[in-house]
């Protein structure tokens, strides 16, 4: 079993829709939960960070994390066609002598359709 | 302000041949790390620079890939006798502070293709 696993889609709606991206995820030693978005051609580019179980919101995005499922998801409401690109899901932990260590999914490809 | 820079945007070479990938971090950035990217594969770590200790080679998948980081600041990333299987975007980023929990800041990567 791969410690973070992602559902590559692709995953397409319509503009408008609420779009639910998750990852999984089997090392209970992760402690900080990231989203990324990558445009076509393009770096990745932060999103949101969580490190606690719960609820994160920053406008349209609503990053969730539950450590006891060990499940994290990332919501977009009312998506619009700029928010097409590929979401990647990011778990770190972080060891002895300040050691990190980064996993990512795979990434999920978005499209929204006007 | 400037962001992280890569050079080059393209390169294609033939099997056999070495190349040298070139990652501008941001300035004052302590901590680099270079990625690979291939399709359908997502992002795997490939080595981490943090400040003046010793470089985390831990994700090099093989000795023909080496990196080093001139004075804290710029990176080059080398693949020597290229495969195609090298064929991937190679993808460097920087962070302020702490590696792992400061955001990282990508750039746009190198589309490397081998034919």
């Known amino acids: 079993q791969k410690e973070v696993e992602q559902d590559p889609g692709p995953l397409s709606v319509p503009e408008g829709a609420i779009v639910s991206l998750n990852c999984t995820y089997s090392n209970s030693a992760f402690q900080y939960f990231m989203w990324y978005r990558q445009y076509s051609r393009k770096g990745p580019e932060l999103l949101m960070y969580?490190?606690?179980?719960g609820n994160k919101e920053d406008g349209r995005f609503t990053a969730q994390v539950d450590k006891s499922s060990k499940y994290i998801s990332l919501f977009i409401r009312d998506s619009q066609p700029s928010d097409s690109a590929t979401y990647i899901c990011e778990m770190i932990t972080i060891g002895v002598g300040s050691n990190y260590k980064l996993t990512f999914g795979k990434g999920t490809l978005l499209t929204v359709n006007p | 302000g400037a962001g992280v820079s890569q050079s080059p945007s393209n390169k294609v070479t033939e099997k056999g041949k070495d190349v040298e990938l070139r990652c501008d971090p941001i300035s004052g950035h302590t901590a680099l790390y270079w990625y690979r990217q291939s399709l359908g594969q997502g992002l795997e770590f490939l080595i981490y620079?943090?400040?003046?200790?010793?470089?985390?080679k831990s994700g090099l998948p093989s000795d023909r890939f080496s990196a080093e980081r001139t004075g804290g600041s710029v990176s080059t990333l080398t693949i020597q006798r290229t495969q195609q299987e090298d064929s991937a975007v190679y993808l460097c980023?920087?962070?302020?502070?702490?590696?792992?929990?400061?955001?990282?800041?990508f750039g746009p990567g190198t589309r490397l293709t081998v034919l």
């Open positions: 980023a920087s962070t302020e502070g702490l590696a792992g929990v400061s955001e990282q800041f």
């Open positions: 620079f943090q400040g003046n200790s010793a470089p985390d």
């Open positions: 969580t490190y606690s179980s």
